[in-house]
């Protein structure tokens, strides 16, 4: 037996049989879409046995691309969680054979709360085909288990049906990366879509400041107290007017200038790169990193100048965003 081979063709079955799926696809699947879309309340997903896996699945996918749904186990159902549904709500049945019993049970409460029901079936002429509102018909599939019995094509091609009406029905909504970020606010895509300056940046007595007019030496010294490689320069009024980093001190050094004896106002960059606190993390970030002078540190200032913190390149990274 060639194992390699052998997996190839579980591939090529289930590939071919999906194409058998989505060639069967008529204006059924798109009244379900729109049965979604216009759906004043939750879509609900039922199933037993490995399609009940999956329609947990496909009921994780809606929630993810911000339509209201959760999984309904018929067995449980049965036993209290009916209750969770009312007359506004979408339920899509998943059935294979169309006639499991635990899905049949449920059909005489479902009629009585009055929801709409879906059914996704290889049988039309399965009980569940009969009693439900809209059918979407699947082919007899050839199973990719050799002995042609273990759900294997017919739960990938269920999973696919899931994964379209979710996609479409979110792209009717309008769902965008904003809102997908904020049903995943731990994910990679919530922190560079969530997390702005403010959420990184150190403030207070963390933020390494002199005052123009203060000689490089004590410059020097805050700059070591804070380890942020800078210091920001204030005036008297406490409005940023420049920061002197240790780039600044090592291109002075070469150049032969005393820096112990010099003031802060000869060295600073007068025209330092900032941010404001309500910008997005991922965008200060380019900016350091693409900007036309490359920066490991960004004064936050307020709309008068003055700082309301700073920001590195490294807190923005430890914070889970990256470019």
């Given at each position: 037996m060639n194992l390699l081979s052998e997996c190839i063709n579980i591939f090529d079955i289930e590939i071919a049989q999906l194409i058998k799926v989505k060639d069967a696809l008529d204006n059924n699947i798109v009244d379900i879409v729109n049965e979604i879309h216009n759906c004043k309340g939750k879509t609900v997903i039922c199933g037993v046995g490995k399609p009940g896996h999956i329609a947990r699945k496909i009921a994780a996918t809606f929630s993810s691309l911000g339509i209201a749904?959760?999984?309904?186990?018929?067995?449980?159902?049965?036993?209290?969680?009916?209750?969770?549904?009312?007359?506004?709500?979408?339920?899509?049945?998943?059935?294979?054979?169309?006639?499991?019993?635990?899905?049949l049970k449920l059909f005489p409460t479902l009629k009585l709360i009055g929801l709409k029901i879906i059914a996704i079936t290889s049988n039309p002429e399965s009980d569940l085909a009969l009693y439900s509102d809209i059918v979407l018909c699947m082919p007899r599939l050839?199973?990719?288990?050799?002995?042609?019995?273990?759900?294997?094509?017919?739960?990938?091609?269920?999973?696919?049906?899931?994964?379209?009406?979710?996609?479409?029905v979110s792209m009717m909504r309008g769902f965008r990366k904003e809102d997908y970020a904020l049903r995943h606010p731990e994910g990679a895509l919530g922190s560079r879509l969530l997390t702005r300056v403010s959420d990184v940046m150190r403030f207070g007595s963390n933020i390494p400041m002199i005052s123009k007019g203060t000689t490089v030496k004590n410059g020097i010294i805050e700059i070591s107290a804070k380890g942020l490689g800078a210091t920001l320069v204030l005036d008297s009024e406490g409005?940023?007017?420049?920061?002197?980093?240790?780039?600044?001190?090592?291109?002075?050094?070469?150049?032969?200038?005393?820096?112990?004896?010099?003031?802060?106002?000869?060295?600073?960059?007068?025209?330092?790169?900032?941010?404001h606190k309500d910008m997005l993390a991922i965008e200060a970030l380019k900016i350091m990193q693409q900007?036309?002078?490359?920066?490991?540190?960004?004064?936050?200032i307020d709309s008068m100048g003055r700082p309301e913190g700073i920001v590195s390149n490294h807190d923005i990274i430890r914070s889970g965003i990256i470019l």
């Open positions: 749904s959760f999984y309904l186990h018929p067995g449980e159902a049965l036993h209290g969680d009916l209750g969770s549904l009312n007359k506004d709500d979408v339920i899509i049945i998943i059935s294979n054979s169309g006639n499991s019993k635990e899905i050839q199973e990719a288990c050799n002995l042609d019995l273990a759900p294997t094509s017919s739960t990938t091609a269920e999973l696919v049906i899931g994964d379209a009406l979710a996609v479409v409005v940023m007017t420049g920061i002197i980093t240790d780039g600044d001190l090592r291109r002075a050094l070469e150049k032969n200038i005393d820096i112990y004896a010099g003031m802060v106002d000869e060295l600073m960059t007068t025209d330092p790169i900032s941010t900007g036309k002078r490359a920066v490991s540190v960004l004064p936050v």
